[in-house]
């Protein structure tokens, strides 16, 4: 991803590899703000606080925040209270567990003074690979548009929440595949989501969209059914923080009911994951997921820029209304026409994902 013609990381180590710095994703779209995470602390703080957010790049800092911690605590009691302290951040997200599994596997076997060293050298391969995965997806969707697409007219996709370069280390998921065909002169054309409640879609989707150059539109959450039904869509796609062993699909609030919409409008409905969204120890998602309720703040204030550029938070409900605000909802894997993995496209299915990834059974 390039920020006004600089390639640019949503992670990386600082200078002298004694802090990992990331972009603070809650002062975008008006402000870019880097922190530089230094403790576990910090690092874990910055997940559950969304400083960064995004299945892969969630997965991504809390590999460096395990580093972080076995600078400070290389013993076992050390690096498996850290393992507690960032698994406890985000729930839902399964590459969060996945990164620090690999994590501590490869830690305990290890002396311990050379533990610190070895943890911060994974970390790096963590986000390398994910580069290379979100890369090789944006190929595979690339195909797929190329596919479906005329030739001719202007090719419309709707997506839904950020699952593009700032929900990874590098590319995005949803958004490689039109990152990709925009750069191969494929008239895309994305119609965006607001995303509400935290507006990641109208925030962060767009923002980096701008920064690219590609053509789009920020709609309501709710004018996607409508675009369906005029033929304003071609395809949609969207992200994923976690994906049953049968296909199911557990994303950002408000994607189960885009799934409806393109279901009963006959309009491809396709979900890019990396394979460590993959959770391969559940099947049914609805049943076996669990759901992520956030502080009702998200829902009940919003932070904008006023017209002398200040940025401030104001209050869109009523004193004393309750507030649910479930973080995400979950599209049963008989709405999905594919999945785009890294390695190829397939069938939501049991059978399509045996099939890619012979391996995990």
Known sequence: ??????????????ADNQAVEIIDQTKLPHQFVVLSLKTLAEAAQSIKDMWVRGAPLIGATAAYGFALAARATPDDDGLKAAYKILHATRPTAINLKWALDRCLAYALPLP????????WALAAEIADEDVAINSAIGDHGLALIRELWDGKKTFNILTHCNAGWLATVDWGTAIAPIYKAFDASIPVHVWVDETRPRNQGASLTARELNWHGVPHTVIADNTGGHLMQHGMVDLVIVGTDRTTRDGDVCNKIGTYLKALAAFDNKVPFTVALPSPTIDWTVADGVKEIPIEQRDAKEQTHMVGKTKDGAMVEVQVTPDGSPVANYGFDVTPARLITWLITERGRCAASAQGLKELFPESQ
Do not use: C, E, F, Y
């Open 112 to 119: 311990v003074d050379q533990r610190a060293q070895g943890l």
């Open 1 to 14: 991803m390039k920020i006004n013609g600089k390639p640019t990381r949503t992670i990386w180590p600082s």
